[in-house]
């Protein structure tokens, strides 16, 4: 019994998880397109946070090049993302690969950014 009360809570456990780290396949969430939208624009949000958390940190004493390797990762991103996109038909679809790409980079780039700033 004890052990199925644990598995019941683990499961329930990995389903919240699951839940938070795709907001966009939860009950109750607005459309998928504008769902994926604002993941983006959160994980815009995130890594913008970090970036500036970045520019006020010691361990980034070249601000012009921390700059640059931002710049240079945006434009990473973007062509990147469209190239994985363009064999998708356009329209809709298209859109949706392109953000899921885009969402998918960026928010590795805040990791990065944050790995990079919690080394001691």
Known sequence: MRNLMLFAFALLLSVTVWAQAN?????GTASAP???QQALKDAEAWVG???QRALASPHFPDKAALRRSQQAWGEYADSECRFESSGVKAGSAQDAQYRQCMLALTSTRAKQLEGVLNQP
């Open 49 to 51: 946070r970090v970036f």
């Open 23 to 27: 907001p966009c396949e939860a009950e």
């Open 34 to 36: 504008e769902c994926a």
